[in-house]
């Protein structure tokens, strides 16, 4: 068996079809907001401000849709560890993220493959709200490494 | 009540698909970049060490600290001139400037991204983006929608691809 020069975190063959991943849990407001505008040039008014988002036909100030995309990154990562490797990510954003909302990234395992030597294990990603709703249905891809294989 | 548009895909508009609208280059990432960037994202938690121990990412399969996939480079340009252009061609389909204007309100509408290569400090990547696809739905409460899928290929200095992603804007 080929032997790795780093740890495994989790292994193709440790995954099965419908495993939930762990969950990625933040609870948003200007706080997270703000810092991710700091890091990625995103001041808007209606993500800062009330009667802006108002102005935008929206009922109040919302949170970036690519700060959801980094949820189901990190939660996507976090599953993984640094051994497995994020292949592909599609995400949609059906609603919004207003102020002080629960915002859980998941994750649910849809199927394992083999495709050119390369383990791969397809999931059905989103983002849910505390009432339950998801507001950024999507999929995702990652790469894992298989006993004997690496 | 601001008149509703029959469509907002004007010739002009069409026009842009398939083209090159823009060619971007970073500045070299910074460890200080990444770091930040995973702490912001992060919070109010502790990033991963991937991101910021390089004492600790050099004894993972990727030999060094990376950047979260999710990294942006292009943050904060001194320009943006590319953007700059679409943004005429849209305004040319508003009359007016005022939030309640029809096509003056923009949103994202979602992403797919293809990840080949991770970045990493030093590391300056190209962006080169177009205009794939149009389309146009009725919304229930915005009316008319112009969705727009723009196609960014980004490589780095050595030439290899680090991601495509293929991004939904909307206009309504």
């Known amino acids: 068996?080929?032997?790795?020069?780093?740890?495994?975190?989790?292994?193709?063959?440790?995954?099965?079809?419908?495993?939930?991943?762990?969950?990625?849990?933040?609870?948003?407001?200007?706080?997270?907001?703000?810092?991710?505008?700091?890091?990625?040039?995103?001041?808007?008014?209606?993500?800062?401000?009330?009667?802006?988002?108002?102005?935008?036909?929206?009922?109040?100030?919302?949170?970036?849709?690519?700060?959801?995309?980094?949820?189901?990154?990190?939660?996507?990562?976090?599953?993984?560890?640094?051994?497995?490797?994020?292949?592909?990510?599609?995400?949609r954003y059906t609603g919004l993220n207003l102020k002080n909302d629960t915002l859980t990234a998941k994750g649910k395992v849809t199927g394992k493959r083999v495709e050119n030597g390369e383990h791969l294990v397809d999931l059905e990603v989103w983002v849910e709200n505390q009432r339950g709703e998801n507001t950024a249905p999507g999929k995702a891809t990652v790469r894992l490494p298989a006993r004997g294989k690496g | 009540m601001p008149e509703q548009p029959t469509t907002y895909i004007t010739p002009e508009l069409r026009a842009e698909l398939g083209v090159e609208r823009e060619r971007r280059v970073s500045p070299p990432i910074a460890l200080s970049d990444i770091r930040k960037w995973a702490i912001a994202t992060y919070w109010p938690e502790r990033p991963p060490r991937i991101y910021w121990d390089d004492g600790y990412a050099r004894g993972t399969k990727w030999g060094g600290i990376i950047a979260p996939y999710d990294f942006n480079p292009f943050a904060w340009?001194?320009?943006?001139?590319?953007?700059?252009?679409?943004?005429?061609?849209?305004?040319?389909?508003?009359?007016?400037?005022?939030?309640?204007?029809?096509?003056?309100?923009?949103?994202?509408?979602?992403?797919?991204?293809?990840?080949?290569?991770?970045?990493?400090?030093?590391?300056?990547?190209?962006?080169?983006?177009?205009?794939?696809?149009?389309?146009?739905?009725?919304?229930?409460?915005?009316?008319?929608?112009?969705?727009?899928?723009?196609?960014?290929?980004?490589?780095?200095?050595?030439?290899?691809?680090?991601?495509?992603?293929?991004?939904?804007?909307?206009?309504?």
């Open chain 2, 77 to 172: 340009p001194v320009d943006d001139e590319g953007w700059a252009r679409l943004m005429e061609v849209l305004k040319s389909q508003v009359k007016g400037d005022s939030a309640d204007v029809p096509g003056s309100r923009g949103m994202n509408g979602g992403s797919r991204v293809r990840y080949h290569n991770p970045m990493r400090a030093g590391d300056v990547i190209t962006s080169v983006s177009k205009l794939v696809d149009l389309k146009e739905a009725l919304g229930k409460k915005t009316g008319l929608l112009l969705f727009t899928f723009t196609e960014n290929r980004w490589t780095n200095q050595k030439g290899e691809l680090v991601k495509v992603t293929v991004g939904t804007g909307i206009r309504y």
């Open chain 1, 1 to 91: 068996m080929a032997k790795l020069s780093y740890a495994v975190k989790l292994w193709w063959e440790d995954v099965r079809e419908g495993q939930e991943t762990p969950p990625f849990v933040r609870v948003t407001d200007l706080m997270n907001w703000n810092r991710y505008a700091a890091v990625n040039d995103e001041f808007i008014y209606f993500h800062m401000d009330d009667e802006a988002a108002k102005a935008a036909k929206q009922p109040g100030v919302f949170g970036m849709g690519n700060l959801r995309w980094t949820y189901v990154h990190h939660m996507l990562r976090d599953w993984i560890g640094d051994s497995g490797d994020i292949v592909e990510v599609e995400l």
